[in-house]
């Protein structure tokens, strides 16, 4: 048993290190560039360009989709290029860090705050709430994504050591994921890359919005269901029907999970990080595939998952952050603002988890989900526009789109935040009565 384990985690370190090899590699091919413009003649359609890691400037024809009134000199961009007639031609310029006013400082900072309780109640929550917030204030999706996972290994560190005192933490359980979600970082980091360099910055919106409002309303309808059906009944959640069937199987090796009170094969936990990984990699989430999967298919309590997922939160966005920072597509700046808040509030969100029920876990969970998706979700016919599958959006529409999706956002930071207040404030009101009533019933 034990030379069979060992031979499992051997053959995923190699794939691990074989994979880190390719993703996190040289730089991006010939059809995608970072860098800055030095010159712009706007008469002959040229720009004087000099690629990141290279001293020596070439000169670039302007497609004829370049705005070139708004290309910025010595401002760090991303290019796509495309070869045509023996020349190569500018495709599509974007800025890559974004230009910081005081609104959007405070913004991000509440986005942080916001997000850290998110992440400290429910184990996840942060990156599908920060990530939509910072492409909604321009910020592009690959940038984002980078950047949110930077952010994510400290502050989740913070979140699985307030959890791990109140006993939450099933630390083998989050390690053993956490194992196979770093091989599914690398391939999600090879995913996200490879998208964008052959669609550019429209393409990863699009990809990073599409897969958003999959899983959100997938994952987040089930789980909403889930928290009605526990919530009428006023009771703690149970394994369900798959978990338990799933138990049962005796595949080796074997894991006995205490904290989660679980035994399971491992070749059900490890498929599970994989998906989870990748999904953090690619978009920056990988928590709400995590937690459900505790859930759902482990038989974990909703309480020990959403406290696990924080140690996996932890590997994963160290791990990813790596990756990223090879290819300077981390906003430090994006990622120090939100940080500064966040581990505030994931000490807020873990402490409202001693004071109530499973099913207000979920329903937290479940009701970010759906409403995030709809913020997403409105987003993507603007991107499909970008990459002319569709015909481009009339100005009108546009903004009708973006009032949605900015305002379909704020609705969901706002839900987050009542119902993580409300039941905390309640449970710790009731926590006291109940306090009082034993000391009285003494006396």
Same mark, same amino acid.
């Given at each position: 048993?034990?030379?069979?384990?060992?031979?499992?985690?051997?053959?995923?370190?190699?794939?691990?290190?074989?994979?880190?090899? #390719?993703? %996190?590699?040289?730089?991006?091919?010939?059809? #995608?560039?970072? %860098?800055?413009?030095?010159?712009?003649?706007?008469?002959?359609?040229?720009?004087?360009?000099?690629?990141?890691?290279?001293?020596?400037?070439?000169?670039?024809?302007?497609?004829?989709?370049?705005?070139?009134?708004?290309?910025?000199?010595?401002?760090?961009?991303?290019?796509?290029?495309?070869?045509?007639?023996?020349?190569?031609?500018?495709?599509?310029?974007?800025?890559?860090?974004?230009?910081?006013?005081?609104?959007?400082?405070?913004?991000?900072?509440?986005?942080?705050?916001?997000?850290?309780?998110?992440?400290?109640?429910?184990?996840?929550?942060?990156?599908?709430?920060?990530?939509?917030?910072?492409?909604?204030?321009?910020?592009?999706?690959?940038?984002?994504?980078?950047?949110?996972?930077?952010?994510?290994?400290?502050?989740?560190? /913070?979140?699985?050591?307030?959890?791990?005192?109140?006993?939450?933490?099933?630390?083998?359980?989050?390690?053993?994921?956490?194992?196979?979600?770093?091989?599914?970082?690398?391939?999600?980091?090879?995913?996200?890359?490879?998208?964008?360099?052959?669609?550019?910055?429209?393409?990863?919106?699009?990809?990073?919005?599409?897969? #958003?409002?999959?899983?959100?309303?997938?994952?987040?309808?089930?789980?909403? &269901?889930?928290?009605?059906?526990?919530?009428?009944?006023?009771?703690?959640?149970?394994?369900?029907?798959?978990?338990?069937?799933?138990?049962?199987?005796?595949?080796?090796?074997?894991?006995?999970?205490? *904290?989660?009170? /679980?035994?399971?094969?491992?070749?059900?936990?490890?498929?599970?990080?994989?998906?989870?990984?990748?999904?953090?990699?690619?978009?920056?989430?990988?928590?709400?595939?995590?937690?459900?999967?505790?859930?759902?298919?482990?038989?974990?309590?909703?309480?020990?998952?959403?406290?696990?997922?924080?140690?996996?939160?932890?590997?994963?966005?160290?791990? %990813?952050?790596?990756?990223?920072?090879?290819?300077?597509?981390?906003?430090?700046?994006?990622? $120090?603002?939100?940080?500064?808040?966040?581990?505030?509030?994931?000490?807020?969100?873990?402490?409202?988890? *001693?004071?109530?029920?499973?099913?207000?876990?979920?329903?937290?969970?479940?009701? /970010?989900?759906?409403?995030?998706?709809?913020? &997403?979700?409105?987003?993507?016919?603007?991107?499909?526009?970008?990459?002319?599958?569709?015909?481009?959006?009339?100005?009108? *529409?546009?903004?009708?789109?973006?009032?949605?999706?900015?305002?379909?956002?704020?609705?969901?930071?706002? *839900?987050?935040?009542?119902?993580?207040?409300?039941?905390?404030?309640?449970?710790?009101?009731?926590?006291?009565?109940?306090?009082?009533?034993? $000391?009285?019933?003494?006396?």
């Amino acid at each position: 048993m034990r030379f069979f384990s060992a031979l499992v985690l051997t053959l995923f370190m190699i794939f691990m290190l074989s994979t880190a090899a #390719f993703a %996190g590699g040289g730089g991006p091919p010939k059809n #995608f560039q970072k %860098g800055v413009f030095l010159e712009v003649d706007r008469a002959a359609g040229t720009a004087l360009f000099q690629a990141s890691g290279s001293d020596t400037p070439e000169v670039l024809m302007l497609g004829k989709e370049v705005d070139v009134e708004n290309i910025s000199l010595e401002h760090k961009v991303m290019v796509t290029l495309e070869e045509k007639e023996g020349k190569t031609y500018a495709k599509k310029v974007e800025t890559m860090f974004l230009d910081l006013s005081m609104s959007k400082f405070i913004t991000l900072m509440v986005v942080g705050l916001v997000g850290g309780m998110l992440s400290g109640f429910i184990g996840s929550g942060g990156a599908f709430v920060l990530t939509p917030a910072m492409m909604s204030l321009g910020v592009p999706g690959a940038i984002a994504v980078a950047s949110n996972m930077c952010h994510k290994f400290p502050k989740a560190l /913070v979140g699985t050591y307030k959890r791990f005192k109140y006993g939450q933490v099933d630390i083998k359980l989050g390690l053993t994921m956490a194992l196979s979600a770093i091989v599914g970082v690398q391939i999600g980091v090879t995913v996200q890359k490879a998208i964008l360099n052959a669609w550019g910055n429209a393409g990863s919106n699009l990809y990073v919005s599409v897969v #958003f409002v999959v899983v959100l309303v997938v994952v987040g309808g089930y789980v909403f &269901r889930d928290a009605i059906r526990l919530s009428k009944n006023d009771a703690d959640d149970t394994a369900s029907p798959l978990a338990l069937k799933l138990q049962q199987l005796n595949i080796p090796p074997m894991m006995n999970f205490k *904290t989660a009170g /679980v035994r399971i094969s491992a070749w059900v936990t490890l498929p599970l990080g994989l998906a989870t990984g990748m999904l953090a990699a690619t978009i920056a989430v990988g928590g709400f595939i995590g937690v459900p999967g505790m859930i759902y298919v482990v038989g974990a309590s909703a309480m020990v998952a959403s406290a696990t997922e924080l140690l996996i939160a932890f590997v994963m966005g160290a791990w %990813g952050s790596l990756q990223w920072g090879l290819d300077g597509l981390i906003d430090i700046r994006l990622t $120090l603002l939100i940080l500064s808040t966040s581990l505030i509030g994931v000490q807020l969100g873990a402490l409202g988890t *001693t004071y109530v029920k499973d099913y207000a876990i979920k329903l937290v969970m479940a009701s /970010v989900m759906l409403i995030v998706a709809i913020s &997403r979700g409105a987003k993507i016919p603007g991107y499909l526009g970008d990459l002319e599958l569709i015909t481009p959006l009339e100005p009108f *529409t546009a903004s009708v789109l973006n009032f949605i999706s900015f305002w379909a956002l704020v609705a969901a930071l706002g *839900t987050a935040g009542i119902i993580i207040t409300t039941v905390m404030v309640r449970g710790m009101m009731q926590a006291r009565r109940e306090e009082r009533a034993a $000391l009285a019933e003494e006396a």
